[in-house]
């Protein structure tokens, strides 16, 4: 059960996939994203490898070069732990779509593949020809 109130990042887990579902809504802080992390890393129901389905349609904020970085730093200590696997973005403007090829770059050897994409749909068919070929 979620709680009340604004949530800026939003995700689900969906264990017959091995994939979280994240979604990010309005202005997102790093201080957010970095307690998402932390949510994450004591998230009972997480799968043995962790696809992700990074969804950033609806975030009005772009994060900052070190802020990136910072991120990128946190998702490759959550790789100690977790075993990750594919990484899919959505990203409609071109600010975002830019920084989440940065961000897919720099996290490239955590992840098996990652994959930047302007609809969920294209995201959503790219990760199940990911997770069909596995």
């Known amino acids: 059960m979620l709680p009340a109130g604004p949530m800026p990042i939003l995700y689900e887990i969906d264990q017959a996939r091995g994939l979280i579902r994240t979604r990010c809504v309005g202005a997102v802080s790093l201080e957010e994203v970095?307690?998402?992390f932390k949510d994450l890393k004591t998230e009972?129901?997480?799968p043995e490898r962790v696809?992700?389905?990074?969804d950033l349609s609806a975030l009005s904020s772009a994060p900052e070069r070190d802020?990136?970085?910072?991120?990128?730093a946190e998702m490759k200590e959550l790789g100690s732990e977790l075993r990750w696997g594919v990484l899919a973005i959505v990203a409609k403007t071109d600010l975002l779509f830019g920084m989440s090829r940065i961000l897919g770059v720099f996290v490239e050897d955590s992840f098996s593949n990652t994959g930047v994409f302007r609809q969920p749909a294209e995201a959503e068919r790219w990760l199940d020809a990911q997770l069909g070929a596995r």
């Open 44 to 46: 009972p129901g997480l």
């Open 67 to 72: 802020q990136l970085r910072a991120v990128v």
């Open 34 to 36: 970095l307690a998402h």
């Open 51 to 54: 696809n992700v389905l990074l």
